[in-house]
């Protein structure tokens, strides 16, 4: 028997999304205008945990127990009991529910058939004196935006586009899941020659469904949608699931989740992440209402796979975790010979004290047992491995496992992952073709192979030599690569770029190893870790190493193996050479003047897309309300004003019709006002939502150095 109590947040286990709603459709509409407060004062509520079963206390005569399956999830009403008067039909048991996190609805989930620009948030701004980016074309709708690479808008003297022209249900995309952390995406399923050439008429109207669902959630806004509201979103995500639509109920499920978790001020970009999930549901809902015939947009079901022969693994490095609902843990990075890449992933709630302590926490695949230092410095022997579609391990009936010798970095397949010089890996990363590329970004990190779904994706490995501390970050010059045929080791004559922890919780080590780090500019280290898509020219070290063939590099303990992982191991003065010199310029020449850092400041104030972000991001937090208060006033003008003037003329037009949609209201035959259209005011927000992707992922496309920038098409139009 084990008992345990805890005050925040609810180690409760997680409920299906249907059960959750179910709950609330129960409710009077006196108790669910209490239900957010009940589900707030939970928060410091006792909870007791015996044989399986969850028991929250949450008054005198009212004691919620909740019964998982033996998966550890709550997926049927019946699991949940209280013990009050006007159970089940009580405030108490939906509370509980509506505190618990929403369960992973394993295996429909969206699959990706193309990559787009629509698959995760852009925050790329546009440097400070540099030219205004190229703007696509929203006129022609969703498609055209996505397409924006094949037909750019000419700019100052573009004609006005007709914003309500923003999206139009017949034109055809190919939109992908959402960015998350370290999930390629999952395997794609070939559809049958016989398929239907679009949606059912079940799957039409539960598409109708997502769309007025969450549409009253971008009117809400996220300080307005409280558990009702996502109630209803649910509800609608499993009619989805229902009729197969595995693409909008994922996310719906990702939108309920970032309305969870909005307000975490250890997580910057939930925002960014709560946007593009909200402009993924609506768009692929509105698409569906409609008939569009796109396979894409239904999405596909994804299933382990058992790789043929044993798995030969090595180490790489470890990953700190904290996540949503409060969860932490840590991943294990793992790579095989042939350059595929694994995680062994331990994320369990707990949040950032799980997350510190999981870094040596013990980890066991059926009877192997060993911990997460050990096996990144080493490596695996697995026999018949289950691999998720994200390229997880999974320790599955059957699987055996064992301890086997690892690859310091400067050895075989490791060493592979250095052997790329920066710039084509963010080329790889962020292509010029925003759609309809194998090897783009929507594509496991670019591995250029779309049949490698089933394995994680790459991280990115680069020798640096460091400059100078700006803030956090790091500002550093790279390396050349073997072959790169820059003379002497000397960094390569192009603008320095930023490193930037994986993570800031001053609960984990990063932080302080990059103060570390940045005491001691003309350092050289190998650095493995993850292009951010939300900031120019920066890299999120995970790991770093010493640079080989050089006395100016990191002095790491034997049994680090080469490397040390940026969120768990401390480095030392010990770890450092005694006397670093200071870096000369890299080639002081005429032809190669000194460096210019400005290019690695966070994207400027002067970036003319901030104006569109930061309308649509409002529209978001604070509702329909904000939205239309925003526009009202000089500043919204100058915007639009400095927009036109930028050559975003579209954009320009967005956010202009944006805030008179928003302040919109209709009359009844009285005159009298009759609320406003959400329909109406969705659409126009996804049309601006759509159009900021774009354009962001065209001017993001070019910012990394030795990237030749994108702009002229064969269409005549140019950046």
């Given at each position: 028997m084990t008992r345990s109590g805890t005050t925040t947040p609810l180690p409760l286990p997680p409920v299906a999304p249907e059960v959750f709603a179910s709950a609330v459709e129960s409710l009077t509409t006196?108790?669910?205008?209490?239900?957010?407060?009940?589900?707030?004062?939970?928060?410091?509520?006792?909870?007791?945990?015996?044989?399986?079963?969850?028991?929250?206390r949450c008054g005198e005569d009212a004691l919620v127990t909740l019964a998982p399956d033996p998966s550890g999830t709550v997926t049927d009403t019946e699991q949940a009991h209280c013990t009050c008067l006007l159970a089940p039909r009580c405030l108490h048991r939906a509370a509980v529910l509506g505190a618990c996190p929403i369960a992973v609805t394993e295996p429909a989930r969206p699959v990706v058939i193309a990559p787009s620009v629509l698959s995760g948030p852009g925050t790329a701004a546009e440097p400070a004196g540099a030219r205004p980016p190229a703007e696509p074309d929203c006129s022609a709708g969703p498609d055209r935006i996505a397409g924006a690479d094949r037909s750019l808008e000419q700019d100052r003297g573009a004609e006005p586009v007709r914003p309500t022209d923003g999206i139009r249900p017949t034109q055809q995309v190919s939109p992908t899941e959402p960015n998350q952390l370290a999930d390629p995406g999952p395997e794609p399923t070939r559809a049958p020659t016989d398929a239907p050439t679009g949606p059912s008429t079940a799957q039409i109207r539960a598409a109708a469904g997502l769309w007025t669902a969450a549409?009253?959630?971008?009117?809400?806004?996220?300080?307005?949608?409280?558990?009702?509201l996502q109630a209803e979103l649910l509800r609608a995500a499993h009619t989805a699931r229902l009729?197969?639509?595995?693409?909008?109920?994922?996310?719906?499920?990702?939108?309920?989740?970032?309305?969870?978790?909005?307000?975490?001020?250890?997580?910057?970009?939930r925002l960014a992440e709560l946007v593009a999930s909200l402009r993924e549901l609506l768009l692929v809902a509105h698409l569906l209402k409609a008939g569009a015939p796109e396979p894409a947009l239904i999405g596909a079901v994804r299933r382990n796979h058992r790789p043929d022969g044993s798995l030969r693994l090595y180490g790489v490095c470890r990953e700190p975790v904290i996540g949503a609902d409060d969860l932490g843990g840590v991943v294990t990075h793992l790579i095989d010979d042939d350059g595929r890449w694994y995680t062994l992933r331990d994320v369990q709630p707990g949040g950032p004290a799980r997350a510190r302590r999981a870094g040596t926490a013990l980890v066991a695949i059926?009877?192997?047992?060993?911990?997460?230092?050990?096996?990144?410095?080493?490596?695996?022997?697995?026999?018949?491995?289950?691999?998720?579609?994200e390229g997880r391990l999974l320790a599955e009936r059957g699987v055996r496992a064992t301890f086997a010798a690892g690859r310091p970095w400067t050895e075989a397949a490791p060493a592979t992952v250095f052997a790329r010089p920066l710039a084509e890996s963010a080329a790889v990363r962020f292509p010029a073709s925003l759609v309809g590329d194998p090897g783009g970004a929507g594509d496991h990190e670019g591995t250029g192979d779309p049949e490698s779904a089933g394995y994680a994706r790459p991280l990115i490995g680069c020798d640096v030599e460091i400059a100078a501390a700006d803030g956090e970050d790091l500002l550093v010059h790279e390396l050349p690569c073997?072959?790169?045929g820059f003379a002497d080791g000397?960094?390569?004559?192009?603008?320095?770029?930023?490193?930037?922890?994986?993570?800031?919780?001053?609960?984990?080590?990063?932080?302080?190893n990059f103060r570390r780090l940045g005491a001691r500019p003309g350092l050289r280290i190998r650095v493995l870790g993850r292009l951010d898509p939300d900031r120019v020219t920066t890299l999120r070290a995970l790991a770093v190493g010493p640079v080989p063939g050089t006395e100016a590099t990191l002095r790491l303990p034997d049994d680090w193996r080469g490397r040390a992982d940026l969120g768990y191991d401390v480095l030392l003065s010990d770890h450092f050479?005694?006397?670093?010199?200071?870096?000369?310029?890299?080639?002081?020449?005429?032809?190669?003047?000194?460096?210019?850092?400005?290019?690695?400041?966070?994207?400027?104030?002067?970036?003319?897309?901030?104006?569109v972000r930061r309308l649509v991001e409002l529209a978001v937090t604070g509702g329909r309300r904000i939205a239309a208060e925003s526009t009202r006033g000089n500043d919204h003008d100058g915007h639009a004003a400095v927009l036109r003037r930028s050559g975003l003329v579209t954009g320009s037009d967005l956010i202009t019709a944006l805030g008179a949609v928003a302040g919109r209201r209709s009359l009844d035959v009285f005159g009298r006002h009759c609320g406003a259209d959400p329909d109406e005011y969705a659409t126009q927000w996804l049309a601006t939502a759509v159009y900021l992707a774009a354009a962001e992922a065209n001017l993001r496309h070019g910012t990394w150095p030795g990237q030749e920038p994108a702009g002229t098409d064969t269409t005549g139009g140019g950046s």
């Open positions: 006196r108790l669910r205008g209490r239900l957010d407060a009940a589900v707030e004062a939970l928060t410091a509520a006792p909870v007791t945990a015996e044989g399986g079963t969850f028991g929250v549409a009253a959630v971008l009117s809400a806004g996220t300080a307005g949608t409280g558990a009702v009729t197969g639509l595995h693409r909008a109920e994922a996310a719906a499920l990702s939108v309920v989740r970032c309305l969870r978790t909005a307000r975490d001020p250890y997580s910057p970009g059926r009877s192997f047992l060993s911990d997460h230092f050990r096996v990144s410095r080493g490596g695996l022997i697995i026999l018949g491995a289950t691999v998720s579609p073997v072959g790169d000397r960094p390569n004559p192009r603008p320095p770029f930023r490193l930037a922890p994986a993570h800031s919780h001053p609960a984990l080590a990063h932080t302080a050479p005694p006397d670093i010199p200071s870096p000369p310029p890299p080639f002081p020449s005429p032809d190669f003047p000194s460096p210019d850092f400005s290019s690695c400041a966070p994207p400027s104030a002067d970036s003319p897309l901030w104006r």
